[in-house]
């Protein structure tokens, strides 16, 4: 059984900075992709950023140039550092684990950007 729990959310004023953590537990191959993902009110979850086992990255369009994902390996955590946040990043960030062709989530974390 594999479990996420994510850390760091919050409220924050617009222009300031959030790190999100989440930590992995179980049975996890050592080749996968940990991501973030958010969903706001009245609308479709998007991928923010994602890494690989290996390193590789990948960025939403709005994510890129602001946000920063990272992650240990040796933990199983994956890092989101968010910075000059915009109201419109304000939504629920869940914690993503890819393993082959089965997908994990985390219980989710709220981000609220004030203007």
């Known amino acids: 059984q594999v479990q996420l729990v994510e850390s760091g959310g919050g409220l924050v004023q617009a222009g300031g900075s959030l790190r999100l953590s989440c930590a992995a537990s179980?049975?996890?191959?050592?080749?996968?992709?940990m991501g973030w993902y958010r969903q706001a009110p009245g609308k479709q979850r998007e991928l923010v950023a994602a890494?690989?086992?290996?390193?590789?990255?990948n960025y939403a369009d709005s994510a890129k140039g602001r946000f920063t994902i990272s992650r240990d390996n040796a933990k199983n955590t994956v890092y989101l550092q968010m910075n000059s946040l915009k109201p419109e990043d304000t939504a629920v960030y869940y914690c993503?684990?890819?393993?082959?062709?089965?997908?994990?989530w985390g219980q989710g974390t709220q981000v609220t950007v004030s203007s």
């Open positions: 890494i690989t086992s290996g390193g590789t990255t």
């Open positions: 993503n684990l890819r393993m082959v062709v089965f997908d994990y």
């Open positions: 179980g049975s996890i191959f050592s080749v996968n992709t």
